[in-house]
């Protein structure tokens, strides 16, 4: 998202740039039609992170409260990498797979939509 300042003159540092984070990137993960988590979760992970870990660790710490986690069909998961269609290797590491910087990962689970349907 781009922002304009209010005054032309206006220079700022970027406080979040990849150099400010040792060594880790941000990752934002998102679960589509689960709003009980209102906006994708931060993370700043090392890059070579592999999927496995960010599936497998890293995603239940998040989102394993909510009722419908635990029916997630992790193979028919579809996955989106910065708005377009993902299908990442579980061996593979993040960056291998273009997981960069400040990327969004969206995940939606056909057949769960929120609590009681509701998209919550």
Same mark, same amino acid.
């Given at each position: 998202?781009?922002?304009?300042?209010?005054?032309?003159?206006?220079?700022? *540092?970027?406080?979040?740039?990849? *150099?400010?984070?040792?060594?880790?990137?941000?990752?934002?993960?998102?679960?589509?039609?689960h709003l009980m988590f209102c906006s994708p979760v931060a993370f700043a992970l090392p890059p070579e992170t592999p999927?496995?870990?960010?599936?497998? *660790?890293?995603?239940?710490?998040?989102?394993?409260?909510?009722?419908?986690?635990?029916?997630?069909?992790?193979?028919?998961?579809?996955?989106?990498?910065?708005?377009?269609?993902?299908?990442?290797?579980?061996?593979?590491?993040?960056? *291998?797979?273009?997981?960069?910087?400040?990327?969004?990962?969206?995940?939606?689970?056909?057949?769960?939509?929120?609590?009681?349907?509701?998209?919550?």
């Open positions: 998202m781009s922002v304009a300042a209010i005054t032309p003159t206006y220079v700022g *540092e970027r406080r979040d740039r990849v *150099e400010n984070f040792h060594g880790n990137q941000i990752v934002y993960v998102g679960w589509d039609r999927f496995s870990k960010l599936q497998d *660790e890293i995603i239940p710490g998040a989102f394993s409260q909510h009722p419908d986690f635990a029916q997630i069909d992790w193979s028919a998961v579809v996955w989106h990498l910065n708005g377009a269609p993902f299908s990442p290797s579980r061996d593979k590491s993040l960056i *291998e797979q273009g997981v960069d910087h400040k990327s969004i990962i969206r995940m939606a689970t056909p057949g769960l939509n929120g609590i009681k349907g509701s998209g919550s």
